[in-house]
């Protein structure tokens, strides 16, 4: 509260807060200062969760715990946010039910906590007409399960560990991907499943899905893994591509929501074959572009706070 050097004029200085403590995913303990007061969503409805109030040198501060529920979504942010578009689009800014109504409605759309931050202060922005009269920052944070994802790229080095592979990858909980044109024959063999594969491509740039029955997406390889290894590290920095890969349904856009938007666990099955066909002078693609892919787009799922484990065959 006394972060800030007092203004002669004002003869004032504070500095608002709000402090969210996480503890044993049970239980989040609360503290605010002078900022708009914390939005509550569960089961996506406002939720009005109880206020203690503590006076600190003749200042209030507002105290809660609350014990955590599976979809509780809690929305921080600057009176800045509030305020958006005041004298502008708006004649007394954007009100705290607005902002509840919009988070609601992004919300229920499924999108991560950083994308629903970004849409947040999008808004704000656009309500400023791109030019902002005060700070806005926010946090959202979200309360879900663990959820699973397993990834097999690749046939193995020695095609006598095939077996082994599958049948490790297949036991594993969780939602299942094939990646590659070999690859996938080889599962639709051992599944013994018929592979059928799609001529329809819905993004030129990225080769078609095909299907096999207990797998839940199989694409191609390398150029796909490619393109969402892009959209990882840009969702690390502006995550201005979230409007491509969020509600396209090519196989990339596919992966993509799969491994940032769903995902907190993803175990990846690597086989370390060398493709013959990707031997070809002509062609772009070798057998260490396609592990530095793998090992590039575990990173950025990492940073992301994925746990991510890494098998090699």
Same mark, same amino acid.
């Given at each position: ?10 003869? /004032?200085?504070?500095? #608002? ?11 989040? =303990? ?7 007061? %914390? ?19 003749? *200042? ?23 305020? $958006?578009? @005041? ?33 947040? /202060? ?6 400023? =007409? ?20 397993? %990834? %097999? ?9 095939? =077996? ?9 909980? !969780? ?5 590659? !044109? #070999? #690859? ?10 018929? %592979? =059928? @594969? ?19 997406? +199989?694409?191609?390889?390398? /150029? ?18 979230? +409007?491509?890969?969020?509600? *396209?349904?090519? $196989? ?11 995902? #907190? ?7 370390? $074959? ?30 992301? !706070? *994925? ?7």
């Amino acid at each position: 509260m006394k972060t800030l050097p007092i203004c002669k004029e004002r003869e /004032i200085a504070y500095s #608002t807060f709000s402090l969210l403590k996480f503890s044993n995913n049970s239980e989040v =303990e609360i503290v605010q200062y002078d900022n708009p007061s %914390l939005i509550l969503l569960r089961d996506n409805e406002y939720y009005d969760y109880y206020k203690t109030e503590i006076f600190f040198d003749n *200042k209030k501060i507002f105290h809660s715990r609350i014990k955590l529920r599976v979809g509780d979504c809690f929305t921080v942010f600057s009176d800045g946010c509030l305020y $958006a578009g @005041v004298g502008k689009e708006l004649n007394f800014g954007w009100q705290r039910e607005n902002i509840i109504g919009f988070v609601k409605n992004v919300n229920e759309k499924g999108y991560n906590s950083k994308t629903l931050a970004k849409l947040l /202060i999008d808004k704000c922005d656009e309500l400023y =007409e791109y030019s902002p009269g005060d700070d806005c920052s926010c946090l959202i944070v979200r309360v879900r399960e663990r959820e699973s994802v397993n %990834l %097999l790229i690749g046939p193995p080095k020695n095609k006598f560990d095939n =077996e082994r592979m599958f049948s490790l990858f297949f036991a594993k909980m !969780g939602k299942k991907v094939v990646c590659g !044109g #070999t #690859t996938s024959q080889l599962v639709a063999n051992y599944l013994n499943k018929d %592979l =059928e @594969v799609s001529l329809d491509y819905l993004n030129p740039s990225i080769p078609p899905m095909a299907k096999i029955e207990g797998v839940d997406l +199989v694409t191609e390889g390398v /150029i796909t893994i490619n393109q969402v290894l892009s959209y990882a590290k840009d969702f690390l920095e502006d995550n201005k591509f979230y +409007v491509v890969w969020s509600k *396209k349904n090519d $196989a990339a856009s596919k992966l993509t929501r799969l491994l940032i938007q769903d995902a #907190t666990d993803i175990n990846f099955y690597v086989g370390t $074959a060398i493709n013959p066909a990707h031997q070809n002078s002509d062609l772009p693609i070798s057998f260490s572009i396609k592990m530095q892919l793998v090992e590039e787009l575990k990173n950025s799922l990492e940073k992301m !706070g *994925k746990v991510i484990k890494v098998s090699y065959f």
